[in-house]
T-cell receptor, first 114, second 115 residues
Framework: AQSVTQPDIHITVSEGASLELRCNYSYGATPYLFWYVQSPGQGLQLLLKYFSGDTLVQGIKGFEAEFKRSQSSFNLRKPSVHWSDAAEYFCAVGAESSASKIIFGSGTRLSIRP | DGGITQSPKYLFRKEGQNVTLSCEQNLNHDAMYWYRQDPGQGLRLIYYSQIVNDFQKGDIAEGYSVSREKKESFPLTVTSAQKNPTAFYLC??????????????FGPGTRLTVL
């Protein structure tokens, strides 16, 4: 069965600094990988996804993520954060055999220091 | 505009009452899902439905019920058997079976509070 781990519960970075949020997954075959963002009291918005092909994936709002099979990781990055990026970020993993069902990590809360 | 709507945004329930949360989508998606989110936790799957008139239990289905009579609608009933129903409930939909289409799209959520 697939699983996903987000090791950082809460991260604080300064506005304008770079950001990397960690995500590790467990799955035997090639996974489907997603990053979602959630503002307080709102639903989840898809930032980016990886199904196959180029391992560096570009998303919305200037985010990117890199799939590293050897490390079972799919870390989210942004070169320069803005105060509006403060939110909760969820990594998720799906499987081709049960593509309708995806497993979410517990989330990383991002705070931005002025 | 296509999207997913959930209503109400806030819902208060007395203990012992059943309540129904609405979820509607006009994305022409076949699959729909209900998740529960508690503070500091990820999303946990309650029920999902891949086609009309069919649905499956997720990881935490006890105390909940659903129906899928129309493609566009997937209401969730929180019954009195659910011991701790206070949470944020999220509905999602997807169109499985097509490349790059298994992505789930989410509604804005309903916050249920038991008084």
């Amino acid at each position: 069965a697939q699983s996903v781990t987000q090791p950082d519960i809460h991260i604080t970075v300064s506005e304008g600094a770079s950001l990397e949020l960690r995500c590790n997954y467990s799955y035997g075959a090639t996974p489907y990988l997603f990053w979602y963002v959630q503002s307080p009291g709102q639903g989840l918005q898809l930032l980016l996804k990886y199904f196959s092909g180029d391992t560096l994936v570009q998303g919305i709002k200037g985010f990117e993520a890199e799939f590293k099979r050897s490390q079972s990781s799919f870390n989210l990055r942004k070169p320069s954060v803005h105060w509006s990026d403060a939110a909760e970020y969820f990594c998720a993993v799906g499987a081709e055999s049960s593509a309708s069902k995806i497993i979410f990590g517990s989330g990383t809360r991002l705070s931005i220091r002025p | 505009d296509g999207g997913i709507t959930q209503s109400p945004k806030y819902l208060f329930r007395k203990e012992g009452q059943n309540v129904t949360l609405s979820c509607e989508q006009n994305l022409n998606h076949d699959a729909m899902y209900w998740y529960r989110q508690d503070p500091g936790q990820g999303l946990r799957l309650i029920y999902y439905s891949q086609i009309v008139n069919d649905f499956q239990k997720g990881d935490i289905a006890e105390g909940y019920s659903v129906s899928r009579e129309k493609k566009e609608s997937f209401p969730l009933t929180v019954t009195s058997a659910q011991k701790n129903p206070t949470a944020f409930y999220l509905c999602a939909s997807s169109k499985p079976g097509q490349s790059y289409s298994d992505t789930q799209y989410f509604g804005p959520g309903t916050r249920l509070t038991v008084l």
